[in-house]
């Protein structure tokens, strides 16, 4: 074999490998203080992707929040979010999602990739939809950055908000952003609303940290505007196989 020919095969080896799958976490825990008009709380956040021996990677994150100080007497229960599925590489791809707020029956969406429909379970109805490619749930779209590149000026995604659909279209800039751990530099990305609409979502991921979530600015369909910006991150890169 030609040394040109050698060159090129071992070329083709490492570049048909996908090169998130060499430095994926195994665990990441993120904290945050938030802050709303009305209180503020705290929220952690983790993600735990595993290792299969057929060299794909499946993930679940879970987050809590819970008000604190005076606010608890007035938000005693938590908020728990659940997301789990499988990494590719085109970013998360969602199986199994859920909200639950305090003692009310969960918000429940499952993923059919097979059959291409979502189902979703909220306040005791049902209902079906087709499920377009590349759709998400909340807490995954958080995430999904850290396992595909993001186009240069906006981004377009199918998220589940618990109760059904919705195409979201995200702009893209650059911030350098304070936070209680320094300096980040981000990628922000800004949800682009209808004219009318009251809702916010803007989202900085931090480019030189796998692109994590770091500060996240929302009204929701409540009314309540929310800020959570990031206090803490562990990273754990130990294989668990």
Do not use: C
């Amino acid at each position: 074999m030609k040394l040109s020919t050698a060159v090129l095969l071992v070329w083709i080896l490492i570049f048909s490998v996908p090169v998130y799958a060499t430095d994926i976490p195994s665990r990441i825990e993120i904290n945050y203080a938030v802050t709303t008009d009305i209180g503020e709380g705290e929220i952690n956040e983790v993600m735990e992707i595993k290792h299969m021996d057929d060299g794909s990677h499946s993930y679940s994150i879970n987050s809590e929040a819970q008000a604190t100080g005076i606010f608890k007497l007035l938000e005693p229960n938590s908020i728990t979010r659940h997301s789990e599925g499988m990494i590719t590489e085109n970013g998360l791809r969602p199986s199994r999602a859920y909200e639950k707020r305090g003692k009310k029956e969960p918000s429940v969406a499952l993923f059919d990739w097979a059959n291409h429909t979502i189902t979703v379970n909220h306040q005791k109805h049902k209902a079906q939809e087709k499920l377009p490619e590349g759709t998400l749930d909340r807490l995954s779209l958080s995430y999904n950055f850290m396992f595909t590149p993001l186009p240069e000026r906006h981004v377009e995604r199918y998220v589940t908000n618990g109760h059904g659909l919705v195409l979201s279209r995200y702009t893209i800039t650059k911030e350098t952003l304070n936070t209680p751990l320094g300096k980040m530099k981000t990628i922000v990305l800004t949800r682009q609303e209808n004219k009318n609409s009251k809702l916010k979502r803007i989202v900085w991921l931090a480019q030189n940290n796998h692109m994590l979530p770091v500060r996240i600015v929302s009204i929701e369909e409540n009314g309540r505007e929310i800020e959570k910006i990031v206090t803490g991150i562990n990273i754990s890169y130990k294989a668990d196989y």
